[in-house]
């Protein structure tokens, strides 16, 4: 009787926003990413963030020598974005294009971590919006509102949203890791240059995992994981096939102590261990047709979005059971010590034999 491992062979995916950090750390964590991912949108809250063409440059230089550790067939394309800050001149814009920047993120002020030094409106930033729109770069949004309450923030700031999209009608947006269902229903009936990007954890999880019979501070994120029928909503809107959502892990490492602590850090540390846990989600919703949906979402439709070519590169899963590592340059990754039903092929990828 035969033995063989089922396999699912698919476009090499692309992960529109993640947070790959900088200094220790960096080199192990950019490892979550190698062999199963092809390009990778890297955010720009590092410490001093990225908001010049110098700092861009160097922040890049950083990343690429992270990356040329890896074996050649488990290096990624760094995609970089800058920070836009209250004040941003159009020049400093056109400069940080010309050195590679693809998009700029908008953080609202005190939003989430290292974002104390961000726009309090979108009127602070209206050079640098106005810039953007002309030269074709996309405008990544932290949408929440931070005087909101912490449930409510995302949907609280929709209409700001609203208005921006308004004032700027060719300027491309993308909301950033969508969590509740009012989002999603307004992305979908938003403009064609209005996307989303949805992340592994708030298709996997509700706020009882994070908080429910224990608290799980490697959970906790912004914008906070939600409600079933949010969860629900967006498997819908994944499942779906519309072009208007694709998937940003949000993976965002942060040292154990930060996270077991009396104040933890937000983030959760996603992409070891992203694309098994949501294979075997989708097939376990609809089998191989599941499977197959996460094609569009994880491969096609960011690339098309950010107007860049489809990956012509692919990757081998096979259902055989894998254990997510407790620790990883000492952040706990999501999933960790527990068994996956999928994993990277061994013909296609080495991180997980190294780590
Ligand atoms: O939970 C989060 N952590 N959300 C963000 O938007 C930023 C991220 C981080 O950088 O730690
Ligand atoms: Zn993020």
């Not at 440059?57 to 890896?70: C, H, K, N, P």
């Not at 405008?139 to 509102?145: A, M, R, V």
């Not at 498997?235 to 694709?246: D, E, I, L, T, Y």
Request: with cysteine; hydrophobic share 45%.
């Amino acid at each position: 009787m035969s033995t063989a491992i089922e396999t699912f062979t698919m476009p090499l995916p692309d992960d529109f926003h993640a947070h790959l950090r900088q200094g220790e750390g960096l080199k192990a964590w950019a490892r979550g990413h190698a062999g199963q991912f092809g390009r990778v949108l890297c955010m720009p809250n590092t410490l001093p963030p990225v908001a010049s063409a110098a700092r861009l440059d160097e922040y890049s230089q950083e990343l690429a020598r992270a990356i040329e550790a890896l074996p050649e067939e488990e290096r990624f394309e760094l995609l970089m974005t800058f920070k836009i800050l209250p004040g941003m001149r159009a020049a400093e814009v056109e400069a940080m294009a010309r050195a590679g920047a693809i998009a700029g993120k908008y953080y609202p002020s005190g939003a989430t971590t290292n974002a104390a030094d961000g726009p309090r409106s979108f009127d602070e930033v209206e050079e640098a919006l106005a810039a953007m729109e002309t030269l074709g770069l996309v405008l990544s949004i932290h949408g929440e509102d931070p005087e909101a309450p912490v449930l409510d923030r995302e949907w609280a700031f929709l209409p700001k949203v609203a208005r921006l999209i308004e004032r700027h009608p060719r300027l491309r947006i993308v909301l950033e890791h969508l969590s509740d269902a009012e989002s999603v229903r307004f992305v979908e009936r938003g403009p064609s240059n209005l996307a989303a990007t949805i992340t592994a954890h708030h298709l996997l999880y509700t706020i009882d995992d994070v908080i429910g019979d224990a608290m799980n501070p490697h959970l906790y994120c912004k914008p906070v994981i939600k409600f079933a029928r949010d969860r629900e909503a967006l498997r819908a809107a994944v499942m779906s096939g519309s072009k208007r959502f694709f998937f940003g892990s949000d993976s965002a490492p942060h040292l154990r102590a930060k996270k077991e602590c009396g104040a933890a850090a937000s983030g959760v540390f996603s992409s070891p261990s992203a694309l098994p846990a949501l294979i075997a989600l989708f097939d376990s919703v609809e089998g191989k047709a599941g499977r197959e949906k996460l094609v569009p979402f994880m491969a096609e439709r960011g690339a098309d979005f950010y107007r860049m070519p489809r990956s012509t590169r692919v990757l081998t899963m096979e259902r055989a059971e894998w254990l997510v590592p407790a620790e990883i340059g000492g952040a706990v990754p999501m999933c960790a010590g527990q068994p996956l039903a999928w994993r990277v092929a061994r013909s296609t990828a080495r991180s997980w034999d190294i780590l």
